[in-house]
DNA sequence: TTGCTCCTCACGTCACGTGAGGTGGC
DNA sequence: TTGCTCCTCACGTCACGTGAGGTGGC
């Protein structure tokens, strides 16, 4: 029979608080051995002590207590090591992501932004390898890293001739967060009709307004407020699609100085 | 006149969503320069773009809205430097935190813990040279720290005699995440009565359950399970207030693994 | 017996997100 | 005129923290 404590107990070895262990036992993440019948006292066993030590760390890692408890409760430990795995990576992620937003922070403060000159250009229609979807916010970035790879991909291996550089188009609503069409396209000359999930397509001809936006992409917002400030002070009527086209990204140059995207919205005739 | 854009427009511009800006505008942290008195409309207008573009990167910095608010309103640049800068500095803090609970983790799952040995000893008595606190657990570690740099100087620079190492008496509740009261301190021969906040004090003679923990503090709530422990299963009836000796720190080696600190509970007389 | 520990609600916090149900603007 | 944009509540989310008011345990 093992031996138990009090919650302050418990909380003082953990180094939980005890509003936190009641927490804990409300969702079923860590409820203690004995609740008495009377009282409502919870006591908890000495052999709960490691539980409550990895929750701990993990719960300062910032995983989810879903998490936790999915974590927690899977049998088998290769299974516990990839969701470990699997967090630790996104922990990396979000730490590369406080690194960029430093960097667009204190490149703003740097001042010198000139707006960006914006200029206008009748784009004729093209041929393309696209691939369709319709992606939440959360989502954008992942769904189109593999998208892009994959149309790079499938244009080399089946030597296809491109005629121009990666383009994409986009629902406006993406860009404020909510969900929206996004088709990451390679225009190339005669496209098959099918290839994976890639489809032919013909991206229409349009008089556009462009700007373009050097260096890393978290900083894009900046050509947005740009552009969006040239159509708004032109009384420009325009489409709720935004189209970029990448002139140089990381496939070119690892120098983010020398990225190079095109913004541009098309006109609405009238 | 300025121009003037919708909100849908503005949330576009800005990568911010429709349902941010009407929380910045709810708590008065942007708001719209015009609202149509019928519909209720909300307009900005393009001088506002660089407000919005710094307020979504110091959000995406985790900087609470009370201090950008107060970024935003500070008229003198050099206080808005100052608070930046104070923001920064938070930020690394939080990010070396995380780093040294990924290798807590890392620890805790390399396994290998056998329980830290806990012996009993009778401490006796002692003159030393304490500051005597009580404070919330978010401040413990800033005060802990000055308190200590403090006390150490004092003995230095007054030519006490130190008759042991630094030394700290912790109410268990600033274990458990609940403000309580904390006394470091030097054991000298003849502390004076008063030299700054530091106060002459007698550390009581005491039987102790003691261990010893190794390494960095982050993991010394191992020590304090163990020792819980082996309380809780002895059925030692023990004070409230925990004891530490930090044998060698941070002061001594800049080698984590080479830090030693005893912690240790009074046994109770009965 | 007396504090002290522990209990259960109920509500607050922080920064938005999620609908429901409805109206204004081009 | 018709969608489409925008509006206002009201409530939800996440992981607890903060009291209020009360009872059990040594």
Redesign the pocket.
């Known amino acids: 029979m093992s031996t138990t404590v009090?919650?302050?107990?418990f909380a003082t070895m953990t180094h939980l608080?005890?509003?936190?262990l009641?927490?804990?036992h409300q969702v079923g993440l860590l409820e203690p051995v004995r609740v008495?019948a009377?009282?409502?006292?919870?006591y908890y066993a000495l052999d709960q002590l490691p539980t409550a030590q990895l929750i701990r760390r993990l719960?300062e890692l910032r995983m989810?207590?879903?998490d936790v408890k999915a974590l927690l409760g899977a049998g088998d430990p290769d299974r516990r090591d990839a969701l470990l795995a699997a967090h630790l990576y996104r922990l990396e992620k979000e730490l590369a992501r406080t690194h960029s937003a430093v960097a667009a922070l204190r490149s703003l403060l740097g001042g010198g932004h000139d707006p960006a000159p914006v200029t206008r250009r009748v784009e004729p229609a093209c041929t393309a390898l696209g691939i369709a979807g319709t992606i939440a916010p959360d989502e954008i970035l992942t769904w189109w890293n593999a998208a892009r790879g994959e149309l790079r991909l499938l244009v080399r291996e089946n030597g296809l001739r491109r005629t121009g550089p990666l383009g994409g188009l986009f629902d406006e609503s993406l860009y404020r967060?909510e969900p929206g069409a996004a088709v990451p396209f390679v225009p190339v000359e005669r496209p098959p009709a099918s290839l994976g999930r890639a489809r032919a397509l013909l991206v229409p001809a349009a008089e556009l307004v462009v700007t373009t936006h050097y260096g890393v992409p978290e900083a894009i917002d900046l050509a947005h407020a740009d552009l969006g400030s040239f159509i708004a002070r032109n009384e420009i009527a325009v489409d709720?699609q935004i189209r970029e086209y990448y002139l140089h990204d990381e496939s070119d140059t690892p120098v983010p100085e020398h990225w190079q995207t095109e913004i541009a919205w098309s006109i609405l005739a009238n």
Chains 1, 2 share one sequence.
């Open positions: 009090t919650i302050g107990r608080s005890v509003k936190t009641h927490h804990y008495d009377d009282s409502g006292y919870r719960r989810p207590i879903p967060r709720t």
